[in-house]
């Protein structure tokens, strides 16, 4: 165990920033890391509010001022955890500043902010300050199995990607107008909340990029009541109403620079699916499947065994020798949804901690919101069917 400590700062306490706080209180205690991240303050504009936060989520301070926590000579690391139509002006300010970035999925709400994000990381990488988003469904230990299994070739060449990323919980027309149901503040609807993670982990796991995607977005209900209160992904309604902005469903096709072909479909409107991400990957001796509802499981189909004893194996991802999983329970133990984040965190401090670049980079995450803009834009080229 190592005396090295980052000291954290994090914006936003809502979900994500709940999310990530179980990590950073968790990680040590689990991993043994070069370096030991102390929970500062966490920072929010509702002072009585942030307060709370803080008492519940285990930070030291609460602020209530971003610029000030990053303008402190106590702290190394910037944790942004806001909605997307700040994480370019946080991100950037913390860069500048000489402080470590760990920055929520979608990087940005637009691609000239990501391009801005990244051209701030990349000078600050020069002066040894490092940052990377949390696309935290990477750190699932199958999901690193899978990255693994086809990194090593085991299904060999990649022909089929099939990805879905559903949830229901904005189906009530009444279910308030909250942040992530307006452009201004979340960039894009499903597609960029999350199809953005279906990008990322589809690319992550195949080590394939997008290079061409064509698609559709509908927003099925387009006024909803004003928000009266909220509080993660729960709200209550006011009486006036307001005009929804952004997408509840977006279904694409792409095309990957490995030679792939990939089907895509991220929806907040899918009747009983709560928080479903299925990833199936089929290649040339074999294929895998992710299920998020499962997540101690992945399903290898391995093509190359004798024919009579081929079939869909289940793979039990709870085993010491499995990403992660060494640091966690005795064998056969399972982990949850948490774990991600605490993973994320584990890789992150221990690449600032050894002046290694966290992955994802800003670049990565550039690419992603490249895509989401171009899903975006290809909606406009929709044919219509003859009469
Ligand atoms: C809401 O759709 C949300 O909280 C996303 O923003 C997260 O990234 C996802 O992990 C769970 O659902």
Known sequence: MSSQELRVGMVGYAFMGAAHSQAWRTVNRVFDLPARASMVAVCGRDEAKVAAAAARLGWAEAVTDWRELIARDDIDVIDVCTPGDSHAEIAIAALEAGKHVLCEKPLANT??????????????????????????????????????????????????????????????????????????????????????????????????????????????????PLVSDSSGLSASAGHA?????????ALFIARLDGGAVATYEASRFATGRKNALRVEVNGENGSLAFDLERLNELEFYDATRPA????????????????????????????????????????????????????????????????????????????????
Request: charged letters at 20%; aromatic letters at 8%.
């Open 241 to 249: 109403t307001g005009e929804v902005t952004v997408d509840d469903a």
């Open 111 to 224: 691609v000239d902010e990501a391009r801005a994000m990244v051209a701030a990381a990349a000078k600050a990488r020069a002066a040894g300050v490092r940052s990377a988003c949390g696309f935290n469904y990477r750190r699932v230990p199958a999901v690193s199995l899978m990255h693994n299994l086809i990194a090593a070739g085991r299904i060999g060449a990649v022909r089929h990607v099939r990805a879905v990323y559903l949830q229901d919980w904005i189906t009530d027309p009444q279910f308030p107008l909250v942040w992530r149901l307006q452009k201004e503040k979340a960039g894009s609807g499903a597609l960029g909340d999350i199809g953005a993670h279906i990008i990322d982990l589809t690319q992550f796991v195949t080590g394939q990029r997008i290079t061409g995607v064509t698609g559709l977005t509908e927003t099925f209900i387009k006024e909803r």
């Open 308 to 387: 009579a004893e081929q079939g869909w194996s289940r793979i039990l991802v709870t085993e010491g020798e499995h990403p992660y999983l060494g640091a966690w329970w005795p064998p056969g133990h399972i982990i949850g949804y948490e774990h991600s984040f605490t993973h994320e965190m584990r890789d992150f401090i221990e690449a600032v901690a050894t002046g290694a670049d966290p992955t994802p980079s800003f670049e990565d995450a550039l690419q992603v919101q490249l895509v989401l803009d171009a899903v975006a834009r290809s909606d406009a080229s929709w044919v219509s069917v003859a009469t």
